[in-house]
């Protein structure tokens, strides 16, 4: 059986192409793990880039956005191991916050396999201590901004924090696959 030249170069190219377009649609599909203690992992949504964390305590720094442009606002996304009382942390992040929404404020706790999971709601306007919480530092206040946080602590009391901080709107947007990739800490 003889085949074309032509006919056969238009076969290679189209299989070039699409393997070329399947690679390109695998690529834009896969998302990123973290482990957390090595007793767990979270898989991070696909939209949330992952960036140089500003601070060196900080293990892992993603960005969330609402929208699409060079101008697009955005929310910090950041996770690492952290010590100290639960309600201790929670307060602390809540006291990072004044004015808001007091309806929208919450604090959620939950059972997800071994990890208690704690997810924490604020907004108003944060005072943003640069260089971290501890720096001690200038203080630059952000009008409407929210938080999210989540504290997974497990069986042994060992703690990984997740936050998103920004403005209100992106960090409104962004909360459903956020506290979903909490969540899916045993999935």
Known sequence: MTINKNVALIW???GVVGLFN????QAEDAKESVSVFGEGKITVPADFKR????SRIIQHEFQ???????????ARVTMMAAGGDVKANIQRWQGQFAG??????????????KWQVYV?????????RVGG????????????????????????GRKFFLKM????????ANRKAFVGMAKGIDK
Request: hydrophobic share 40%; aromatic share 6%.
């Open 133 to 156: 919480p501890f720096a001690g530092g200038k203080v630059v206040n952000r009008e409407n901004y929210a938080m999210v946080g989540v504290i997974l602590e497990d069986p042994n």
């Open 22 to 25: 399947w690679n390109s649609v």
């Open 165 to 172: 901080i920004g403005p209100a709107d992106v960090v409104k």
């Open 51 to 54: 960036v140089e964390p500003k």
């Open 12 to 14: 290679i190219a189209a």
């Open 120 to 128: 924490v709601d604020v907004n108003g306007n944060y005072a943003e």
């Open 100 to 113: 808001g929404d007091q309806d929208a404020r919450k604090t959620e706790e939950m059972k997800v396999g």
């Open 64 to 74: 969330a956005k609402a929208g699409e442009g060079d101008d697009v606002k955005t």
